[in-house]
């Protein structure tokens, strides 16, 4: 099964970055769409990293120093939220 790591990691610290970022940004919209939008924009700054896992294989904890560090999936997450936040495109 091939698998985009990068993906992975975004959608794993999304959850822990918007928590932090709805205390600064209380007007952050977080439904399903947005987030959507959020992981969109913060992967296209990002570069994949494929790999091939087999089925139902559980994925170690991510090594964020292949990804060129946590703090670059942040800034792209948050970018992301920037972009969403001053024009959401859900209904
Ligand atoms: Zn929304």
């Known amino acids: 099964m091939l698998k985009n790591y990068t993906e992975v990691i ?17 007007d952050l919209c977080t439904c399903e769409r ?13 570069s994949p990293r494929y790999v091939v896992r ?5 994925y170690t904890k991510v090594n964020m120093d292949q990804l060129g560090g946590k703090a670059e999936v942040v800034t792209a997450i948050l970018h992301g939220c920037e972009v969403v936040k001053n024009q959401p495109r859900h209904n």
Do not use: H, Q, Y
């Open 54 to 58: 087999d089925e139902g294989e559980i």
């Open 10 to 26: 975004v959608a794993e610290m999304l959850e822990e970055v918007l928590d932090e970022l709805k205390k600064r940004m209380p």
């Open 34 to 46: 947005c987030r959507e939008d959020i992981m969109a924009l913060a992967l296209n700054r990002l």
